[in-house]
């Protein structure tokens, strides 16, 4: 299996950025697809999740609003566009996906694949 990230960069505050995560070796539309971020110097946290059948989608409290996760299931593709940027988004983000919603939302520890990570920089 292998997720790859890519779309990160620096950005200005209040400016936009929209990641891509790539999936290949899984059967996609059946997975659970999120995002994380671990920002520096702390751990990795949850951002946003959508399930298989895009029936439920999940964010962080941080990001409600600001951020949207989508996924083209033709594509094998899950994206992160974040909108209003603020320097304290600045991390670095990383797909996932797992079978379950629980693990995604509750148990990073646990989750099944990760890609490699992109960083976004978010400063004037």
């Known amino acids: 299996v292998q997720l790859v990230e890519s779309g990160g960069g620096l950005v200005q505050p209040g400016g936009s950025l929209r990641l891509p995560c790539a999936a290949s070796g899984l059967t996609f539309r059946t997975y659970v697809m999120g995002w994380f971020h671990q920002p520096p110097g702390k751990e990795r946290e949850f951002v946003a999740a959508?399930?298989?059948?895009?029936?439920?989608?999940y964010y962080a409290d941080s990001v409600k609003g600001r951020f949207t996760i989508y996924r083209d299931n033709a594509k094998n593709t899950v994206y992160l566009q974040m909108d209003s940027l603020k320097p304290e988004d600045t991390a670095v983000y990383y797909c996932?996906?797992?079978?379950?919603?629980?693990?995604?939302?509750?148990?990073?520890?646990?989750?099944?694949?990760w890609g490699k990570g992109t960083l976004v920089t978010v400063s004037s």
């Open positions: 959508k399930t298989a059948n895009d029936a439920l989608t």
């Open positions: 996932a996906a797992d079978s379950w919603i629980t693990t995604m939302r509750t148990n990073t520890g646990g989750v099944d694949y």
